[in-house]
């Protein structure tokens, strides 16, 4: 039993480019999560999932896109990457009642 | 809005000095109220929730308690294995499973 898995780990790029972000769960959980982590702004919620097939918008979504075509996967994309979105993200899974399940992180820089 | 706020940002302490963590919010109907622990580098870990004022959850030598408008982790006779950044969290009663976060405790016990 994994848990939460994240690939990358790590990852720089230029600004422009694009990379998308794979988040993993073997929990069976519905509400899967996109969070980022800068320093003194603590975790803010980019986009999150109640199920296969649905996406919403969080407190941070401009600049990333998301997509659950399968219940135990939630991508995050990022199509053109700016020097703002360098950051650590993490993907969540709610377990119940409401507890969130966190990966280990993406490292991402943008040059 | 809501807004949780955690204080100190940071704490020194000796091996086995208890202290007190705080995090107060102003969530809109507190559904409930977690804590987790994140080390350097990895995703942050759950430790606990608490749904009612006057409920207290303990593990190892945290405990961790909730009043109508704070939270407080309790750490008695803490160990260097202790340091880490302490972070909560607050649930509405409506929004999808949204957790905000607050900026977290940064801890570090000297041995």
């Known amino acids: 039993n994994a848990g939460v898995t994240q690939t990358p780990k790590f990852r720089v790029l230029k600004t422009g480019q694009s990379m998308t972000l794979l988040c993993a769960q073997d929990?069976?959980?519905?509400?899967m999560y996109w969070y980022r982590q800068d320093p003194g702004m603590g975790l803010r919620l980019i986009h999150y999932?109640?199920?296969?097939?649905?996406?919403a918008k969080g407190e941070v979504p401009d600049g990333y896109n998301v997509s659950r075509l399968k219940k135990q996967n939630f991508l995050l994309g990022l199509e053109s990457a700016a020097p703002s979105q360098t950051s650590v993200y993490f993907c969540?899974?709610?377990?119940?009642?409401?507890?969130?399940?966190f990966g280990p992180g993406t490292r991402l820089t943008v040059l | 809005e809501d807004q949780v706020t955690q204080s100190p940002e940071a704490l020194r302490l000796q091996e086995g000095e208890s202290s007190s963590l705080n995090c107060s919010y102003t969530?809109?109907?507190?559904?409930?109220l977690f804590w987790y622990r994140q080390d350097p580098g990895k995703g942050p870990e759950f430790l606990f929730t608490?749904?009612?004022a006057g409920e207290e959850k303990e593990k190892e030598r945290l405990k961790a308690t909730l009043t109508k408008k704070e939270s407080f982790l309790h750490i008695t006779a803490p160990k260097p294995e202790d340091s880490a950044t302490y972070l909560c969290?607050?649930?509405?009663?409506?929004?999808?499973?949204?957790?905000?976060f607050g900026t977290g405790t940064r801890l570090t016990i000297i041995p």
């Open positions: 969540a899974s709610r377990g119940l009642p409401h507890e969130q399940f």
């Open positions: 929990m069976n959980h519905e509400y």
């Open positions: 999932s109640v199920g296969e097939g649905t996406t």
């Open positions: 969530v809109s109907g507190l559904r409930g």
């Open positions: 608490l749904y009612s």
């Open positions: 969290a607050g649930l509405p009663n409506f929004g999808n499973e949204k957790l905000t």
